[in-house]
């Protein structure tokens, strides 16, 4: 079963910063990575995802960079707001299993204004 | 587009009752839903897979006599907890995607949520 392993688990970030999370994956068979943002009390809301044909994809201030070699994929949030104060997790397709999603542990990241 | 909503947000139930959860998509056919279980400041963890029409598919561990998951229509699946408990208390939240579950970039729309708590 496909793991993703998601770092760090909390991040303090000052307003206007850059806040930056992890994944690494195991399986390599697909190159498909959603981002999903949540807050409190909520369900989570996809807020970027990558396929398989392109190695960074920008949306506003967020930046999703991909590298295949090293299994790892990385979420950039640039000028950093209070509003991007969330939990935010990395997903990856298991291993022969369609569009089942194997979610990394989250980030809880805080935005200090 | 791409709505998916859930009933009741929240509820509050004895020990030993059943509790019904809606999930419906509300702008979307969506031949595939998923129900997660989300414990405070922990992740998605899936229950179950459902094909509209079919048998739901239950991750290992998860008692499929316990969480009953009917997928009767193409906007409509029902997450039942069966005689819950204390430890049933959870957040649980449903996806929905308009494709089969083959469809590696297709997108899952989660639902707001249920907040249940058994007392």
């Known amino acids: 079963q496909q793991q993703v392993k998601q770092s760090p688990q909390s991040l303090i970030v000052q307003k206007g910063g850059i806040s930056i999370i992890n994944c690494a994956y195991e399986?390599?068979?697909?190159?498909?990575f959603p981002w999903y943002q949540q807050f409190p009390g909520k369900g989570p809301a996809l807020l970027i995802a990558i396929r398989p044909d392109v190695s960074e994809k920008k949306e506003g201030r967020f930046t999703i960079s991909f590298n295949k070699s090293a299994k790892q994929f990385s979420l950039h949030i640039m000028d950093s707001q209070p509003g991007d104060s969330a939990t935010y997790f990395c997903a990856a397709p298991r291993h022969n299993a369609g569009n089942m999603l194997t979610f990394g542990g989250g980030t809880r990241l805080m935005v200090k204004p | 587009g791409a709505v998916v909503s859930q009933h009741p947000s929240w509820v509050i139930c004895k020990s030993g009752t059943s509790v019904k959860i809606e999930c419906r998509s509300l702008d979307f056919q969506a031949t595939t839903m998923f129900w997660y279980r989300q414990f405070p400041k922990q992740s998605l963890m899936l229950m179950a897979t459902?094909?509209?029409?079919?048998?739901?598919?239950?991750e290992q561990g998860v008692e499929k006599d316990k969480f009953l998951i009917n997928h009767a229509s193409l906007t409509l699946s029902t997450l039942t907890v069966t005689s819950a408990h204390p430890e049933d208390s959870s957040f649980y939240i449903c996806?929905?995607?308009?494709?089969?579950?083959?469809?590696?970039?297709?997108?899952?729309?989660f639902g707001p949520g249920t907040r249940l708590t058994v007392l």
């Open positions: 996806s929905a995607t308009p494709g089969l579950a083959g469809d590696v970039t297709d997108t899952q729309y």
């Open positions: 459902s094909n509209e029409g079919s048998k739901a598919t239950y």
């Open positions: 399986n390599t068979a697909f190159d498909y």
